[in-house]
Every structure is written in structure tokens, then in C-alpha cells.
């Protein structure tokens, strides 16, 4: 059974800080890989959809890599801003798990001015 | 173009009672899904729908009907309301499956089932 995990839970940061998110998930056969922002008490907004044949995706200051071979993605966020404070969540769609996105739990972003 | 919405917003259910939640979509999208989300167990998917007529099972899905008679509406019932479905459902809809397409996802409808 496909397991998503995200480091780390929470993290602080000044505003202006390049910052890293990692996702990393047990099974390496995907279709793809979605990152996500979630505001507290909101929906989901899809950031960046990076395919299994696929290495990167860019939508402006965000950056999203993806590993296959070790299970392992990374959500790179440049020129931190406090409108940046969310939780951001990835999830993957397996091979042979039909339609369904498997989540991570999530980091919890907090940007400071 | 509203994407994905949801109604209610909010509502809350004595133990045993039914109701139906209702998700639309104005992207003439052919997938659609029910999710829900719980503190400590992450988004996790009851029911999803490949076309209008179809319905299918996903991770979680006791407890919970849906039904998809338009292409742009897909229905989640709770036909016997439990404590343990005190939740988060997220409905969500993309092109065609999510092999090659995002997934886009309405604002949540909380429930409290007491």
C-alpha cells in the first residue's frame, strides 16, 4: 500500500527565506505527483503537477522535483512571503490504484514578516 | 466560472440522521470525487464517478452513497449518520483521470454528527 510522507510537520521561517518541502512516498510507481496549498478552513488549491516522465515543474517562485527511483519529491519556495503561510500537501496517484490520490499529512508553513 | 462548489457549508446531524451532500462543477469535467479529511489520517477518498451514470469505490467508502445523474453534479448520502462521519468531505473533479490530470478541488463542507 502506497504510504505518503511529508517533513517535516511544521516550520517557521522569516519572510525573504528560500525554504524546502519534502514529500516522500513508499511505492514508485505513479502516473504523477500533485503539490497542493490548503488555507486553514479552505479547500485545496492545486500548485504544480509534475507527470512520472517529468523531473520539474516551475510556476513562478514555486519549484517542484520529482525523484521516482528513490520516492521522493520537493517543493522549493523562493523569496519567502508571509502570504505564503498555508499547509502544503502532496499527493500521488499510484499505478493500479485507479483515480485515487494518496495524501501526505502535510507541512504547515508559517512565514513571519 | 465558479470551478468546483459545494452545499452546505456547514451542518450538523443527530446520530441517525440522513442527509445529502451536493458537489457541482461548471468545467464539464468527466471525473468527479468525494473525499474525506480527519486530523492525524490526511485526505482519503469514499467514492468517485468516470462519467455521468457511473459511480465507483475508493478507500473509505461504508457508509456513503453516491449517485451521478448529470455530468456536472455528483451526490454524497449519508443515510444513517454516525459520530465517526464527523469530518471534512471535499468534493473534487478533473478532466479526465487523475493518470494525467489534476485534480481541482471545492471549498469543504464541515459536518458534525453528535
Known amino acids: 500500500k502506497q504510504e505518503v510522507t511529508q517533513i517535516p510537520a511544521a516550520l517557521s521561517v522569516p519572510e525573504g527565506e528560500n525554504l524546502v518541502l519534502n514529500c516522500s512516498f513508499t511505492?514508485?510507481?505513479?502516473?504523477?505527483l500533485q503539490w497542493f496549498r490548503q488555507d486553514p478552513g479552505k479547500g485545496l488549491t492545486s500548485l504544480l503537477l509534475?507527470?512520472?516522465?517529468?523531473r520539474e515543474q516551475t510556476s513562478g517562485r514555486l519549484n517542484a522535483s520529482l525523484d521516482k527511483s528513490s520516492g521522493r519529491s520537493t517543493l522549493y519556495i523562493a523569496a519567502s512571503q508571509p502570504g505564503d503561510s498555508a499547509t502544503y500537501l502532496c499527493?500521488?496517484?499510484?499505478?493500479?490504484?485507479?483515480?485515487?490520490?494518496?495524501f501526505g499529512g502535510g507541512t504547515r508553513l508559517m512565514v513571519k514578516p | 466560472n465558479a470551478g468546483v462548489t459545494q452545499t452546505p457549508k456547514f451542518r450538523v446531524l443527530k446520530t441517525g440522521q440522513s442527509m445529502t451532500l451536493l458537489c457541482a462543477q461548471d468545467?464539464?469535467?468527466?471525473?468527479m470525487y468525494w473525499y474525506r479529511q480527519d486530523p492525524g489520517m490526511g485526505l482519503r477518498l469514499i467514492h468517485y464517478?468516470?462519467?455521468?451514470?457511473?459511480?465507483a469505490k475508493g478507500e473509505v467508502p461504508d457508509g456513503y452513497n453516491v449517485s451521478r445523474l448529470k455530468k456536472q453534479n455528483f451526490l454524497l448520502g449519508l443515510e444513517s449518520a454516525a459520530p465517526s462521519q464527523t469530518s471534512v468531505y471535499f468534493c473534487?473533479?478533473?478532466?479526465?483521470?487523475?493518470?494525467?490530470?489534476?485534480?481541482?478541488f471545492g471549498p469543504g463542507t464541515r459536518l458534525t454528527v453528535t
Open positions: 511505492d514508485s510507481a505513479i502516473y504523477n
Open positions: 499527493a500521488v496517484n499510484g499505478v493500479g490504484a485507479g483515480n485515487m490520490l494518496t
Open positions: 473534487a473533479s478533473s478532466y479526465q483521470g487523475s493518470y494525467s490530470y489534476e485534480q481541482y
Open positions: 464517478s468516470v462519467g455521468e451514470g457511473t459511480t
Open positions: 509534475i507527470q512520472s516522465s517529468q
Open positions: 468545467m464539464n469535467h468527466e471525473y
